[in-house]
């Protein structure tokens, strides 16, 4: 089923459309969600979120449109919200975020663990470029799909996806990591 037979199932009530919907894009939703917000749990609170507001929202979507931005663009949108209400909070108000922080020590390390060394320089990411690269690298989406995404003009997303890039390289660099 494509993405407007999924939208006017969804808007006739079909009870199975729904749960099609989130089994279609949940792995997409949630990996942008982690992305940005860097913790599991509240990933899969924004993550449920998203949802909960594209099925509330359903009958404003234009079906002509792919769904996938659409969905990518109320996740970011959580995200921002949630990464909002975490600077505003004291950090010693939630000690389980300092226990899920990525560690930046230099030492001991595997010379083959070279997807740990790759989420270390992702998790030291600002959000943005964070999301942004995942959007392009691990979804697979276009500098236009992700402008619509985040909603941000598609110059600015390439220049976050090339600092993105510069940031890491630099990371892993710094960490002996060369290419």
């Given at each position: ?13 079909d009870p199975q ?116 690269f995942a959007l ?44």
């Amino acid at each position: 089923m494509d993405d407007r037979l999924l939208v006017e199932a969804i808007r006739a009530g079909d009870p199975q459309a729904p749960r099609e919907l989130i089994s279609r894009f949940q792995g997409v939703v949630f990996g942008l969600c982690f992305r940005m917000l860097g913790h599991r749990h509240d990933a899969e609170d924004a993550a449920q979120e998203t949802f909960i507001r594209a099925l509330r929202g359903i009958l404003g979507f234009d079906a002509s449109r792919p769904i996938r931005p659409w969905l990518l663009e109320i996740a970011a949108n959580r995200c921002r919200t949630a990464l909002a209400l975490r600077a505003r909070r004291p950090p010693a108000a939630d000690p389980s975020l300092a226990a899920e922080r990525a560690d930046d020590r230099a030492g001991p390390r595997d010379p083959d663990d070279l997807a740990g060394e790759l989420e270390l320089a992702l998790a030291r990411l600002r959000p943005e470029y964070r999301a942004v690269f995942a959007l392009f690298h691990e979804q697979g989406l276009s500098h236009e799909e992700i402008a619509a995404a985040l909603g941000r003009p598609v110059g600015t997303i390439k220049t976050w996806l090339h600092r993105a890039r510069g940031e890491m390289a630099a990371s892993l660099a710094a960490r002996g990591i060369h290419r």
